[in-house]
């Protein structure tokens, strides 16, 4: 199997940014430099939040047939919590499955460029509203976590950016979802 280096789009992990063309993740000003395996493991578990990645499926994926046992992946593994600031114990962003692999805890929401087309100037509002789902789910996991202070402070930013999203919404309208006839009737498209 030909070796090949992932590059995902930016995404964030939790109140990370991962930026893996720039081999870098980012927090409050915070910049770390992960060595390529490690975003390319990264990146392999965020394309499937939330599911159970197999030990084979990461050396295939991230090491392409050059490897000698599943030792690379737990070292590697180590090594991102570190990054991270997690703990194994008591994971917060990636959890250990006990024999069969490994799993993102923390939400994980890729931000991506949309396409201009018609709703073209919305798309910055999509990303808001993406983050503030981000930031509902961080809230839910912790207060699962027994966190009930801060999970208040991802809710309540949550709702400061579904806010900041609505009330822009409604003072630039799409003129191209409900244009306005010669008579100054707004029409709609149905």
């Known amino acids: 199997m030909k070796r090949r280096r992932m590059y995902a789009a930016v995404f964030r992990l939790g109140d990370w940014t991962v930026r ?5 993740i980012e927090r409050h000003g915070e910049r770390i430099r992960l060595e390529p395996k490690l ?17 084979d499926q ?3 994926r991230c090491w392409a ?21 997690d703990d194994a114990r ?4 990636i959890a250990t ?35 503030a789902r981000a930031m509902d789910a961080m809230g839910r996991v ?22 900041r999203c609505s009330t822009h919404a409604q003072v630039r309208p799409d003129p191209l979802a409900f244009p306005v006839a010669a008579s100054g009737r707004i029409t709609t498209p149905y």
């Open 142 to 163: 912790l207060l699962r976590m027994g966190r009930i202070d801060v999970a208040a402070e991802y809710f309540d930013e949550a709702i400061e950016l579904r806010t």
């Open 97 to 131: 499955i006990r024999k069969r692999g490994y799993r993102l805890l923390a939400p994980v929401v890729f931000l991506r460029d949309r396409p201009p087309g018609r709703n073209a100037w919305l798309a910055p509002l999509d990303h808001l509203l993406e983050l």
């Open 90 to 93: 008591s994971p917060y962003y």
């Open 65 to 85: 047939g050059d490897f000698y046992g599943d030792n690379p992946v737990h070292k590697t593994i180590a090594m991102l919590r570190r990054a991270l600031g």
């Open 20 to 24: 893996p063309a720039l081999g870098v």
């Open 39 to 55: 975003l390319d493991v990264l990146v392999c578990l965020a394309e499937r939040p939330g599911d159970v990645v197999g030990i």
């Open 58 to 60: 990461l050396l295939d």
